[in-house]
């Protein structure tokens, strides 16, 4: 068993049963039921049973996607593109995403030991963040649910020679690591509003050591007044819009011990002239947060506090 795997071995559960998984030939299997999940090289699908019961303000697009998703067979296909992939992408676009992995960088890596840290990406999609952050660890993985995003982010792993990449495809709503994770990134999900939003933090909280930390981010569409006023048109479609006390509200209902905001304003260069004076002046494209991880005393007696950096 090579090193990668066997760490990466020690984090994974079954999310049927929680029980540990072990490597059996060219499978891994689960130690309880013995459930079989196949494995490929640097790639690995550890699905539930079943698909999650999503909350009945979701959508029946939103359903009917999860649920095509879910069912999907992996494939390997070398001419996929996943969303977000540069190649479909405009030259604004990509910078402004620029900006963002560069911004989340020192929150991710804040005091971790590169030879031994491993950096989990949840909806981790076209791999801008896996990418980036793979050299200040030892091992990366990569989780999605979409066939197609897997596909795409493989491929580009192999053109760029990173090797500490292990991908995933799970169902981010229910994860199969059960406080196993030190380092959790979670960005451009919390968008289906608050019901959906409350079960993806749940499963993140679930996810992290208890001396984990997550980063996550809330889109702030009504961010720019020009929008507010009706001067600019509605972009955002059905997604969630969330302002900084409903973040609160919903960080608050969660089973993390802190939160620290990080407000971020995607459309300036972080740490310019311009982001130093104009960041303070304009509310914040996303709202982002570092949370600790769950809490190892009964959630009734737990204390969570806030904290706010730029």
């Known amino acids: 068993m090579s090193e990668k795997l066997r760490t990466i071995l020690d984090l994974l559960s079954s999310r049927?049963?929680?029980q540990p998984l072990r490597l059996d030939r060219e499978r891994l299997v689960c130690s309880g039921c013995g459930r079989g999940f196949s494995l490929h090289e640097d790639f690995a699908e550890i699905l539930p049973r079943y698909p999650a019961r999503l909350p009945a303000s979701a959508s029946a697009d939103y359903r009917g996607a999860y649920r095509t998703l879910f069912e999907q067979s992996y494939q390997r296909d070398d001419t996929c593109l996943a969303w977000g992939a540069e190649e479909g992408a405009t030259p604004s676009w990509i910078r402004k995403r620029q900006r963002q992995v560069a911004a989340m960088r020192p929150l991710v890596t804040e005091g971790i030991e590169p030879a031994a840290s491993v950096l989990c990406d949840i909806a981790a999609g076209a791999g801008h963040y896996t990418f980036a952050y793979a050299p200040q660890f030892r091992f990366v993985l990569h989780c999605d649910l979409s066939v197609e995003n897997l596909n795409y982010a493989r491929r580009k792993a192999r053109e760029r020679h990173l090797e500490n990449i292990f991908f995933l495809r799970i169902d981010y709503f229910q994860p199969p690591f059960r406080h196993s994770l030190d380092r959790v990134l979670c960005l451009d999900t919390l968008i289906r509003g608050e019901a959906h939003d409350a079960m993806?933090?749940?499963s993140i909280a679930d996810s992290l050591q208890p001396s984990g930390k997550a980063v996550i981010d809330f889109h702030n569409w009504w961010h720019n007044?020009?929008?507010?006023?009706?001067?600019?048109p509605e972009?955002?479609?059905s997604n969630k819009s969330y302002r900084r006390s409903e973040t609160e509200m919903l960080l608050g209902k969660t089973a993390f011990r802190s939160a620290t905001v990080f407000p971020f304003v995607q459309e300036f260069n972080p740490g310019s002239r311009v982001d130093r004076i104009c960041s303070k002046m304009v509310p914040s494209t996303r709202i982002v947060y570092r949370v600790g991880g769950g809490p190892a005393v009964p959630a009734e007696s737990a204390r969570f506090s806030w904290e706010q950096r730029r």
Do not use: A, I
Not at 225 to 232: A, Q, S
């Open 16 to 18: 049927d049963d929680g």
């Open 235 to 237: 972009n955002f479609h």
């Open 225 to 232: 007044p020009l929008r507010r006023l009706g001067m600019l």
């Open 200 to 202: 993806l933090l749940k």
